[in-house]
Protein backbone atom coordinates (compact mmCIF):
# COMPACT_ATOMS: atom_id res chain seq x y z
CA UNK A 1 0.00 0.00 0.00
CA UNK A 2 1.20 3.50 -1.48
CA UNK A 3 1.78 5.87 1.56
CA UNK A 4 -0.84 8.24 0.24
CA UNK A 5 -3.52 5.12 1.19
CA UNK A 6 -3.35 6.96 4.73
CA UNK A 7 -3.64 10.38 3.70
CA UNK A 8 -6.39 11.84 5.68
CA UNK A 9 -7.02 15.10 8.06
CA UNK A 10 -5.81 13.16 11.17
CA UNK A 11 -2.64 12.46 9.56
CA UNK A 12 -0.49 15.20 9.73
CA UNK A 13 2.30 13.52 8.62
CA UNK A 14 1.31 12.44 5.42
CA UNK A 15 -0.38 15.53 4.87
CA UNK A 16 2.51 17.13 5.28
CA UNK A 17 4.48 14.62 2.59
CA UNK A 18 2.03 15.02 0.16
CA UNK A 19 2.23 18.86 0.20
CA UNK A 20 5.80 18.87 -0.33
CA UNK A 21 5.41 16.88 -3.01
CA UNK A 22 3.21 19.45 -4.58
CA UNK A 23 5.28 22.14 -3.89
CA UNK A 24 8.31 20.15 -5.52
CA UNK A 25 6.35 19.65 -8.68
CA UNK A 26 6.86 16.86 -10.98
CA UNK A 27 5.71 13.29 -12.37
CA UNK A 28 5.64 12.42 -8.45
CA UNK A 29 3.07 15.18 -7.59
CA UNK A 30 0.77 14.57 -11.39
CA UNK A 31 0.81 10.91 -9.96
CA UNK A 32 -0.18 11.55 -6.64
CA UNK A 33 -2.89 13.93 -8.08
CA UNK A 34 -4.16 11.49 -10.31
CA UNK A 35 -4.67 8.88 -7.59
CA UNK A 36 -5.97 11.08 -4.97
CA UNK A 37 -8.82 13.07 -7.96
CA UNK A 38 -11.49 11.00 -7.36
CA UNK A 39 -11.67 11.76 -3.04
CA UNK A 40 -11.68 15.41 -3.74
CA UNK A 41 -14.51 17.37 -4.72
CA UNK A 42 -16.38 18.13 -1.40
CA UNK A 43 -14.85 20.86 0.30
CA UNK A 44 -15.96 24.11 0.37
CA UNK A 45 -12.77 26.35 0.19
CA UNK A 46 -12.98 30.03 1.14
CA UNK A 47 -10.09 32.69 -0.25
CA UNK A 48 -9.50 36.31 1.89
CA UNK A 49 -7.79 38.53 -0.32
CA UNK A 50 -7.09 42.03 0.50
CA UNK A 51 -4.11 44.38 1.09
CA UNK A 52 -0.97 43.98 3.70
CA UNK A 53 -2.00 44.35 7.42
CA UNK A 54 -5.87 44.30 6.94
CA UNK A 55 -6.01 41.12 9.18
CA UNK A 56 -6.35 38.34 7.31
CA UNK A 57 -4.63 35.65 9.29
CA UNK A 58 -6.58 36.87 12.17
CA UNK A 59 -9.95 36.34 10.50
CA UNK A 60 -8.60 33.26 8.99
CA UNK A 61 -7.93 31.44 12.79
CA UNK A 62 -11.22 32.84 14.04
CA UNK A 63 -13.35 31.54 11.33
CA UNK A 64 -11.33 28.89 11.57
CA UNK A 65 -12.16 27.89 15.50
CA UNK A 66 -15.49 29.01 14.96
CA UNK A 67 -16.00 25.96 12.42
CA UNK A 68 -14.36 23.36 14.61
CA UNK A 69 -16.56 24.59 17.67
CA UNK A 70 -19.00 23.44 14.96
CA UNK A 71 -17.55 20.11 14.61
CA UNK A 72 -16.21 21.02 10.88
CA UNK A 73 -12.91 19.98 10.00
CA UNK A 74 -10.92 22.46 8.77
CA UNK A 75 -7.44 23.40 7.22
CA UNK A 76 -5.61 26.47 6.50
CA UNK A 77 -3.48 27.71 3.22
CA UNK A 78 -1.18 30.41 3.35
CA UNK A 79 0.34 31.34 -0.27
CA UNK A 80 3.44 32.88 -0.92
CA UNK A 81 4.00 33.05 -4.50
CA UNK A 82 7.43 33.75 -3.64
CA UNK A 83 9.22 32.17 -0.48
CA UNK A 84 8.24 29.19 1.32
CA UNK A 85 9.58 31.22 4.28
CA UNK A 86 8.13 34.56 4.13
CA UNK A 87 4.61 32.71 4.69
CA UNK A 88 2.65 36.08 6.64
CA UNK A 89 1.40 35.99 9.73
CA UNK A 90 -0.41 33.08 9.24
CA UNK A 91 2.39 30.64 9.95
CA UNK A 92 4.76 33.34 12.08
CA UNK A 93 2.21 34.12 14.81
CA UNK A 94 2.18 30.36 16.34
CA UNK A 95 0.88 31.94 19.66
CA UNK A 96 -2.42 33.47 17.66
CA UNK A 97 -2.90 30.19 15.71
CA UNK A 98 -2.69 27.91 19.19
CA UNK A 99 -6.31 27.23 19.38
CA UNK A 100 -7.12 26.99 16.27
CA UNK A 101 -4.02 24.09 15.99
CA UNK A 102 -4.98 22.79 19.06
CA UNK A 103 -8.53 22.27 18.28
CA UNK A 104 -7.28 20.02 15.27
CA UNK A 105 -7.13 22.57 12.31
CA UNK A 106 -4.28 22.18 10.17
CA UNK A 107 -2.17 24.67 8.83
CA UNK A 108 0.51 25.35 6.10
CA UNK A 109 2.02 27.99 4.37
CA UNK A 110 3.56 26.96 0.55
CA UNK A 111 4.94 28.81 -1.70
CA UNK A 112 4.51 28.49 -5.33
CA UNK A 113 7.14 29.86 -7.59
CA UNK A 114 8.23 27.87 -10.45
CA UNK A 115 4.94 25.84 -10.61
CA UNK A 116 3.74 24.44 -13.76
CA UNK A 117 0.43 26.65 -14.77
CA UNK A 118 1.39 29.36 -11.94
CA UNK A 119 0.39 30.28 -8.91
CA UNK A 120 -3.81 28.91 -9.20
CA UNK A 121 -2.57 25.83 -10.33
CA UNK A 122 -0.55 24.70 -8.20
CA UNK A 123 -2.50 26.75 -5.08
CA UNK A 124 -5.97 24.43 -6.70
CA UNK A 125 -3.66 21.04 -6.26
CA UNK A 126 -3.06 22.29 -2.89
CA UNK A 127 -6.75 22.47 -1.75
CA UNK A 128 -7.28 19.29 -3.82
CA UNK A 129 -4.87 17.20 -1.39
CA UNK A 130 -6.50 18.58 1.41
CA UNK A 131 -9.92 17.74 -0.10
CA UNK A 132 -9.18 14.53 -0.58
CA UNK A 133 -7.72 13.87 3.06
CA UNK A 134 -10.93 14.31 4.13
CA UNK A 135 -11.42 18.46 5.08
CA UNK A 136 -14.59 19.93 4.86
CA UNK A 137 -14.06 23.33 5.06
CA UNK A 138 -10.54 25.33 3.28
CA UNK A 139 -9.18 28.48 4.18
CA UNK A 140 -6.82 29.97 2.04
CA UNK A 141 -5.28 33.13 2.69
CA UNK A 142 -2.89 35.02 -0.01
CA UNK A 143 0.58 36.24 0.95
CA UNK A 144 1.38 37.86 -2.19
CA UNK A 145 0.10 41.07 -3.67
CA UNK A 146 -1.22 42.63 -6.73
CA UNK A 147 -2.41 40.16 -9.59
CA UNK A 148 -1.72 37.16 -7.24
CA UNK A 149 -4.34 38.19 -4.98
CA UNK A 150 -6.45 38.11 -8.57
CA UNK A 151 -5.35 35.11 -9.37
CA UNK A 152 -6.02 33.14 -6.29
CA UNK A 153 -9.73 34.05 -6.01
CA UNK A 154 -10.05 32.10 -9.34
CA UNK A 155 -9.60 28.61 -7.44
CA UNK A 156 -11.84 29.26 -4.72
CA UNK A 157 -15.10 28.97 -4.52
CA UNK A 158 -15.97 31.86 -2.05
CA UNK A 159 -13.77 34.88 -2.28
CA UNK A 160 -14.27 37.20 0.92
CA UNK A 161 -12.05 40.71 0.32
CA UNK A 162 -10.62 42.18 3.39
CA UNK A 163 -9.97 45.99 4.09
CA UNK A 164 -9.68 48.10 6.77
CA UNK A 165 -10.71 51.79 7.41
CA UNK A 166 -7.95 54.65 7.23
CA UNK A 167 -5.56 53.41 5.08
CA UNK A 168 -7.30 53.98 1.40
CA UNK A 169 -8.10 50.99 0.93
CA UNK A 170 -11.33 51.77 -0.47
CA UNK A 171 -9.63 53.26 -3.86
CA UNK A 172 -6.77 50.53 -3.30
CA UNK A 173 -9.41 47.60 -3.51
CA UNK A 174 -10.99 49.48 -6.57
CA UNK A 175 -7.86 49.69 -8.67
CA UNK A 176 -6.75 46.20 -7.63
CA UNK A 177 -9.80 44.64 -9.33
CA UNK A 178 -10.65 43.07 -6.02
CA UNK A 179 -14.48 44.38 -5.99
CA UNK A 180 -14.77 42.43 -9.39
CA UNK A 181 -14.41 39.11 -7.97
CA UNK A 182 -16.10 39.74 -4.33
CA UNK A 183 -18.62 37.59 -3.05
CA UNK A 184 -18.22 39.24 0.65
CA UNK A 185 -16.88 42.25 1.53
CA UNK A 186 -15.88 42.38 5.28
CA UNK A 187 -14.63 45.93 7.30
CA UNK A 188 -11.93 44.21 9.68
CA UNK A 189 -10.74 46.46 12.46
CA UNK A 190 -14.38 48.27 12.24
CA UNK A 191 -13.46 50.08 15.72
CA UNK A 192 -11.00 52.32 14.32
CA UNK A 193 -12.16 55.84 13.30
CA UNK A 194 -13.61 56.37 9.96
CA UNK A 195 -15.17 52.87 9.60
CA UNK A 196 -18.82 53.35 8.68
CA UNK A 197 -17.07 55.55 5.96
CA UNK A 198 -15.28 53.42 4.76
CA UNK A 199 -18.19 50.64 4.67
CA UNK A 200 -20.45 53.10 3.09
CA UNK A 201 -18.06 53.77 0.14
CA UNK A 202 -17.41 50.11 -0.45
CA UNK A 203 -21.67 49.97 -0.49
CA UNK A 204 -21.70 52.50 -3.30
CA UNK A 205 -18.89 50.94 -5.45
CA UNK A 206 -20.60 47.49 -5.06
CA UNK A 207 -23.38 49.20 -6.98
CA UNK A 208 -21.37 50.02 -9.71
CA UNK A 209 -20.81 46.02 -10.33
CA UNK A 210 -23.16 44.36 -13.07
CA UNK A 211 -26.41 42.92 -11.65
CA UNK A 212 -26.12 39.34 -10.67
CA UNK A 213 -28.49 36.72 -8.70
CA UNK A 214 -25.62 37.57 -5.44
CA UNK A 215 -25.38 40.58 -4.13
CA UNK A 216 -21.80 40.67 -2.42
CA UNK A 217 -23.00 41.44 1.58
CA UNK A 218 -20.75 43.85 3.67
CA UNK A 219 -19.52 42.49 7.46
CA UNK A 220 -18.16 44.63 9.82
CA UNK A 221 -15.57 42.49 12.31
CA UNK A 222 -13.21 43.08 14.78
CA UNK A 223 -11.63 39.83 14.30
CA UNK A 224 -9.20 39.94 17.45
CA UNK A 225 -12.28 40.21 19.40
CA UNK A 226 -13.88 37.99 17.98
CA UNK A 227 -16.60 40.13 16.97
CA UNK A 228 -18.71 39.94 13.70
CA UNK A 229 -17.04 36.54 12.91
CA UNK A 230 -20.54 34.67 13.44
CA UNK A 231 -22.17 36.92 10.75
CA UNK A 232 -18.99 36.34 8.16
CA UNK A 233 -19.72 32.49 8.79
CA UNK A 234 -23.56 33.08 8.06
CA UNK A 235 -22.39 35.08 5.24
CA UNK A 236 -20.12 32.36 3.63
CA UNK A 237 -22.80 29.74 4.44
CA UNK A 238 -25.57 31.30 2.58
CA UNK A 239 -23.07 32.34 -0.41
CA UNK A 240 -22.65 28.17 -0.04
CA UNK A 241 -26.36 27.99 -0.56
CA UNK A 242 -27.09 30.37 -3.23
CA UNK A 243 -23.95 27.41 -5.39
CA UNK A 244 -25.99 25.04 -4.72
CA UNK A 245 -29.25 25.68 -6.03
CA UNK A 246 -29.55 25.33 -9.72
CA UNK A 247 -26.26 23.97 -10.02
CA UNK A 248 -24.41 27.11 -9.80
CA UNK A 249 -21.38 25.22 -8.32
CA UNK A 250 -21.31 23.16 -10.79
CA UNK A 251 -20.97 25.56 -13.28
CA UNK A 252 -18.40 27.61 -11.02
CA UNK A 253 -15.95 24.55 -10.95
CA UNK A 254 -16.31 23.76 -14.46
CA UNK A 255 -15.22 27.24 -15.26
CA UNK A 256 -12.54 26.78 -12.42
CA UNK A 257 -11.32 22.93 -14.28
CA UNK A 258 -11.23 24.67 -17.82
CA UNK A 259 -9.03 27.48 -16.46
CA UNK A 260 -6.85 24.96 -14.40
CA UNK A 261 -6.29 22.92 -18.20
CA UNK A 262 -5.19 26.10 -20.21
CA UNK A 263 -3.01 27.41 -17.41
CA UNK A 264 -1.67 23.49 -16.81
CA UNK A 265 -1.50 23.69 -21.08
CA UNK A 266 0.35 26.70 -21.50
CA UNK A 267 2.99 25.89 -18.66
CA UNK A 268 3.57 22.76 -20.13
CA UNK A 269 3.74 23.80 -23.70
CA UNK A 270 6.07 27.02 -22.52
CA UNK A 271 8.46 24.24 -20.58
CA UNK A 272 8.52 22.51 -24.13
CA UNK A 273 9.47 25.29 -26.30
CA UNK A 274 11.10 28.08 -24.13
CA UNK A 275 14.61 26.17 -23.57
CA UNK A 276 17.59 28.62 -23.24
CA UNK A 277 19.89 25.71 -24.21
CA UNK A 278 17.80 25.13 -27.51
CA UNK A 279 19.74 27.41 -30.73
CA UNK A 280 16.05 26.85 -32.23
CA UNK A 281 14.42 29.29 -29.63
CA UNK A 282 17.73 31.39 -28.87
CA UNK A 283 17.80 31.85 -33.00
CA UNK A 284 14.13 33.04 -32.44
CA UNK A 285 14.18 35.38 -29.73
CA UNK A 286 17.47 36.53 -31.60
CA UNK A 287 15.15 37.55 -34.38
CA UNK A 288 11.84 39.08 -32.64
CA UNK A 289 14.79 41.43 -30.79
CA UNK A 290 16.72 42.74 -33.50
CA UNK A 291 13.26 43.31 -35.48
CA UNK A 292 13.80 40.27 -38.18
CA UNK A 293 10.43 38.77 -36.72
CA UNK A 294 7.32 40.12 -35.27
CA UNK A 295 6.35 38.14 -31.73
CA UNK A 296 3.28 36.97 -33.12
CA UNK A 297 4.99 35.60 -35.89
CA UNK A 298 7.96 33.89 -33.74
CA UNK A 299 4.95 32.36 -31.40
CA UNK A 300 3.18 31.03 -34.30
CA UNK A 301 6.67 29.14 -35.54
CA UNK A 302 7.12 27.79 -32.34
CA UNK A 303 4.42 26.13 -31.93
CA UNK A 304 3.77 24.95 -35.26
CA UNK A 305 7.40 23.12 -35.12
CA UNK A 306 5.92 22.11 -31.71
CA UNK A 307 2.72 20.39 -33.49
CA UNK A 308 4.56 19.08 -36.53
CA UNK A 309 6.84 16.66 -34.21
CA UNK A 310 9.88 19.01 -35.16
CA UNK A 311 10.48 20.30 -31.33
Not at 2 to 26: C, H, Q
Not at 128 to 136: K, M, P, T
Not at 172 to 184: M, R, S
Request: hydrophobic share 45%.
Amino acid sequence: MSWDAELAFDNPRALARALTVIETGGEEAEALLRRLRPRAGRAHSVGLTGGAGVGKSTLVQAMGVRLLERGERVAALAVDPSSPFSGGALLGDRIRMGRFIAMGGFVRSMATRGAVGGLAAATTDAMDVLDAAGFSWLLLETVGVGQDEIDVAGVVDTVVVVGVPGTGDDVQTAKAGLLEVADILVVNKSDLPGAAQYASALAEMLELRPASGWQPPLVMTQAIAGEGVGELVAAVEAHRAFLERDGRREEVRRQRAARRVAQLLGGLVQQRLCRADDPRYCETIEAVASGALDPYTAARRLLGGLANGGW
